[in-house]
């Protein structure tokens, strides 16, 4: 079983989403690649206490990317995310994953954070879905990693109104949502 890491609960902190820094890839990765992806079955949870539901999704099958676009339709059931590859062929492990973004949800959170490692056997795919209405916050996302204060990399997506990319929102079969 393949473990990816896949989360859609908010960690509650009020604040403006802030990005928090230029892009950036460290040398301790071997690969490096961002896109949007259409939901995948989930098998189950994994616990991930700094969100408001406290868990995130596993997945066996690695989805594969539908656009290597970084902008992204805000429509229920798509996905963007990295999938990266460390250098050393032991991995990375603790790696904290931060994504900033506008503020959503009753609580307007702006930072959402868990736990995961990257492979340095094949690429580790980290990624956000959206799964309910409020999540639906157009703006810009970052995606950070870092392991014990050392940014592994950040990479920044910008969520728009699906009638701005009409392709995209539809790539995942939600056409209907644009009518």
């Not at 992204?72 to 994504?99: L, N, Y």
Request: charged letters at 15%; proline letters at 8%.
């Amino acid at each position: 079983m393949k473990w990816c890491t896949f989360f859609f609960a908010v960690f509650p902190v009020v604040a403006l989403a802030q990005t928090t820094g230029p892009e950036k890839v460290s040398a301790l990765l071997a690969s490096h690649e961002a896109g949007i992806i259409c939901a995948p079955p989930t098998l189950g949870t994994a616990p991930a206490p700094d969100t408001v539901v406290g868990t995130t999704h596993l997945i066996d099958v690695e989805p594969a990317f539908v656009s290597t676009n970084r902008r992204v339709p805000a429509v229920v059931g798509i996905g963007f995310g990295i999938k990266a590859q460390a250098s050393d062929v032991s991995g990375i492990p603790e790696v904290t994953m931060t994504i900033t973004h506008p503020p959503m949800g009753k609580a307007k959170a702006t930072v959402q954070t868990f736990q995961t490692v990257i492979s340095g056997q094949t690429p580790s795919l980290t990624f956000y879905q959206f799964d309910f209405d409020y999540e639906l916050v157009e703006g810009t996302w970052q995606m950070e990693a870092t392991q014990g204060g050392v940014v592994i990399y950040r990479t920044t997506f910008v969520v728009l109104p699906p009638e701005q990319v009409p392709e995209l929102a539809r790539i995942c079969g939600f056409g209907e949502l644009l009518s």
